[in-house]
């Protein structure tokens, strides 16, 4: 491997994103020409992102079966290789692999302009209870409500005069699109975040939705998390995906894959980098598993270990892995989806 484990990450982010623009530049640019917005009408737009083909047709499978058609969803395919026809009732657009702020801000300002909620979810957090639509109805009925977020961020907390409050996030959140509008709000992230982080180190910089969502606040606005118990029963996720997503998509065979987690030096493993991959790659596994029940074969992904080789690297890193470090929540959301598939 002519790059070490951790330069190699970055260098494959970049000729991914430069590869899959081949088959997105056009259909962006047709896009751009014309930016057709969703109808009018009473549903919540829903919108998802998509660099994993097979993550997309778990996703909208978990989708159709807990909202059906009770919200109207748009796919920002940046891989271009989806299937329209495989997504009936679903606006698939192939675009550009922008950073997901980009994108969120081109669906909340034009796409869903005609709908009063644009919600956005990750392909990897999954819809798995018919309670969502009924508790963003219901949240949205309380005055002043500007967003309603199933997955909150859980290490830092804004401190707004003395008041310690859950960023929202972006992982799975509904917005009021008109307070959006009317504020002139960005779901772009910021620099210098000053707010305290919870026994970690301070988080430095806003990410995607935290700086409008601390604007909402100081301007007044409730913006609304979902209990633990109802996030429990309405979404399921995986974590971290995009890396082991873009290192499948570089390498050509499973060792290749396998050698660059076997490149790194055993002591390594002590920090978060690896192990994170590792759990991410794992939860790929589930995914092709998931999808091969769903269609009846696998999905095409030559470079994509087994999970008992994935496995065996840990195993024999065993001594080095942190013992706050484990799988259970990888496998915690694995069992679930296989069990409500």
């Known amino acids: 491997m002519s790059r070490s484990y951790d330069q190699m990450l970055g260098y494959v982010f970049k000729r991914n994103s430069l590869r899959l623009a081949r088959r997105t530049f056009l259909p962006t640019l047709r896009y751009a020409l014309t930016r057709t917005p969703l109808p009018p009408g009473e549903k919540p737009a829903l919108c998802t992102m998509n660099i994993l083909p097979p993550m997309m047709t778990v996703w909208h499978h978990f989708a159709k079966k ?23 009732g679903t606006r698939v657009l192939p675009f550009l692999n922008f950073y997901a702020a980009t994108k969120g801000n081109e669906f909340v300002r034009r796409i869903a302009r005609h709908r009063r ?10 819809l798995m209870s018919k309670e969502c639509l009924p508790i963003i109805a219901r949240e949205f009925a ?36 008109e307070i959006f509008m009317r504020e002139k709000l960005s779901l772009a992230p910021a620099p210098h975040n000053p707010h305290p982080a919870i026994n970690t180190r301070p988080p430095r910089r806003y990410d995607t939705s935290d700086k409008a969502n601390e604007i909402l606040l100081q301007r007044g606005y409730r913006c609304a998390i979902v209990s633990p118990e109802e996030r429990q029963r309405c979404v399921a996720e995986f974590s971290g995906l995009s890396g082991p997503v873009m290192l499948l998509h570089y390498f050509k065979t499973p060792e290749q894959t396998l050698d660059y987690f076997r490149s790194a030096p055993p002591k390594n493993w ?14 790929v596994c589930t995914i092709q598993d998931l999808y091969t029940k769903l269609k009846g074969k696998p999905y095409s992904l030559p470079s994509l270990p087994s999970r008992d080789a994935l496995l065996k690297i840990i195993d024999e890193r065993k001594a080095y892995i942190r013992p706050d470090q484990t799988l259970d929540a990888v496998n915690r959301t694995s069992e679930r989806l296989h069990a409500e598939l």
């Open 66 to 88: 807990n909202i059906g058609d009770g919200a109207d969803i748009v796919i920002f395919d940046c891989t271009g290789t989806l299937d329209p026809a495989e997504f009936p």
């Open 117 to 126: 909620v644009a919600w956005i979810c990750d392909d990897d957090m999954f």
């Open 142 to 177: 309380i005055p002043k409500t500007a967003s309603v977020s199933f997955r909150p961020r859980e290490w830092w907390e804004f401190d707004l005069n003395g008041r310690r409050i859950q960023p929202s996030s972006s992982y799975c959140i509904a917005l009021d699109r």
């Open 270 to 283: 002590q920090g978060n980098l690896l192990f994170g991959l590792m759990g991410a790659m794992l939860s």
